[in-house]
């Protein structure tokens, strides 16, 4: 967090605006500023498919008055249309918390998407996201499995964002995220494809792949692909289930994190409202979000409102600790700010959502937790999935599974889906790993129509007991 030395909007009508905003009886109005550069590749058959680049500049002006809430923005920056902005937002239409939207972007002008990108950035930047992505396609056709095809993705964003409040706060950031990512689909002997994907990425930029190199992402796509050939039906019925680590965090996020954020709370549409200090868990598990993780994809210095983010335990030992709030939502709950406002673009008003959610490393040896399961499923890997938030019923996809039979991992499963309850699964976790990793930077939360980069993070975990659907007896 830092003052701001080059504004992005002219300060005095930041300060016009807030007047504007607060004339018709708010208690608290907010200006958020944000310029954003893009670039997003695709190749395909050895050829890029497709380039685009972006640049905008908008205006978002949010007013609260109690549990009212109006949010207007603007991608017109023009002095006449930011005043109209803040008058129509000082209107304070919302209730109960809800956000009224009541302005939509006063000028519709069509935002530069470019067939050739080097027309917004310098032909050898371009070039060199170009050739990362074939690295990773080269080492996907070089590591010995013949591949019907290959789709590379790439996308970076470079954000510069400025908040200012009503009480008098000024904020500025500046934020980068990158990411490559890696399908390939190999054709089974039953004629079936098999689908890997891979990828990976972070707040650092580019250079982040020094670190993961796209031979790496490649080779793990391809790993994934040829894994499932030949898989076995999925077992249908109650199982042992062993979770392995990392990316399988998404698990955790979905059917456990959505119910800890705020406004489901505050709305009553949450599992866990009216829970804080009760046993929600096995006491094996504490879960934390954490905003602060160095150049995690889910990390920020300060959130979309300009509060610093910060670690949050929410379950602790098995016992509700907290929930993760916005400003608006922590006022109506009574309770404090973690750091957890976030938007995804001038054009939304903030919610609570997550940044870097996962559940901490226990002692358990890995391979330990799988020698004990006589009989059972071991998830590597998740896809799609349905949560609801209100009772914590869940059903997630498993993309990379296998059976365990005595201890050991045997046949690769398909069609294998995980049906549960949030709370119930957290209770029965018997054993935690000491192998809790991070995903490696791969995941976009959506909500309320909004998309976040987040982490997600899980040891190797053992659950006592939990339905996996499927078509084998």
Not at 21 to 38: H, I
Not at 425 to 435: E, F, N, P, Q, Y
Not at 444 to 461: F, H, R, W
């Amino acid at each position: 967090m830092r003052s701001v030395a080059v504004p992005l909007l002219d300060l005095g009508l930041v300060s016009r605006l807030i007047g504007r905003a607060l004339a018709r009886g708010g208690s608290f109005a907010e200006v958020y500023v944000q310029r954003r550069v893009s670039v997003a590749l695709e190749i395909e058959g050895g050829e890029v498919r497709s380039a685009q680049a972006s640049h905008e500049l908008g205006v978002g002006i949010r007013v609260l008055r109690e549990a009212a809430c109006t949010y207007a923005y603007s991608d017109d920056t023009s002095e006449g249309a930011l005043l109209e902005c803040a008058d129509a937002a000082a209107l304070v239409a919302g209730a109960d918390g809800e956000v009224a939207t009541l302005a939509r972007p006063l000028a519709q002008r069509t935002r530069a998407h470019h067939a050739d990108p080097s027309r917004v950035l310098t032909t050898q930047e371009l070039d060199g996201r170009v050739a990362l992505l074939f690295r990773a396609h080269e080492a996907a056709h070089g590591a010995g499995t013949a591949l019907e095809q290959v789709i590379g993705t790439w996308a970076d964003v470079d954000d510069e964002v400025l908040i200012a409040t009503s009480e008098g706060l000024l904020v500025s950031d500046r934020r980068a995220l990158v990411r490559m990512g890696l399908e390939v689909i190999v054709k089974d002997g039953d004629g079936s494809r098999k689908v890997g994907t891979a990828g990976g990425g972070s707040r650092r930029g580019v250079d982040h792949f020094d670190v993961q190199t796209p031979e790496a992402i490649g080779a793990e796509a391809v790993r994934m692909a040829r894994a499932q050939l030949g898989a076995r039906p999925a077992p249908l019925g109650d199982r042992v289930v062993v979770v392995g680590p990392g990316s399988s965090g998404v698990l955790l996020h979905e059917a456990v994190g959505h119910g800890l954020e705020a406004d489901f709370v505050r709305k009553r549409s949450s599992v866990y409202t009216g829970r804080v200090g009760q046993q929600v868990a096995s006491e094996l598990v504490t879960v934390v979000d954490d905003g602060t993780l160095p150049l995690s994809r889910g990390s920020l210095n300060v959130d979309d409102e300009g509060t610093p983010t910060a670690r949050t335990v929410l379950i602790e030992r098995g016992v509700l600790r907290g929930y993760l709030t916005d400003r608006h939502n922590a006022e109506l709950l009574g309770t404090e700010r973690t750091g957890n406002g976030r938007r995804q673009s001038f054009r939304h008003a903030p919610l609570p959502r997550m940044t870097n959610t996962f559940l901490l490393r226990g002692s358990d040896d890995p391979a330990d937790i799988v020698r004990g399961v006589p009989s059972g499923v071991y998830c590597r890997a998740f896809g799609g999935g349905q949560v609801d938030i209100a009772n914590g019923n869940f059903a997630f996809e498993v993309r990379e599974g296998y059976l365990i039979e005595d201890g050991t991992l045997g046949a690769a499963i398909k069609g294998a889906t995980l049906v549960g309850n949030g709370p119930e699964v957290l209770a029965k976790i018997t054993r935690v790993g000491h192998d809790g990793t991070m995903d490696p930077g791969v995941y976009t939360c959506g909500k309320d129509g909004q998309s976040v980069p987040v982490g997600v993070g899980l040891p190797t975990v053992r659950i006592d007991g939990i339905t996996v659907g499927g078509t084998a007896a």
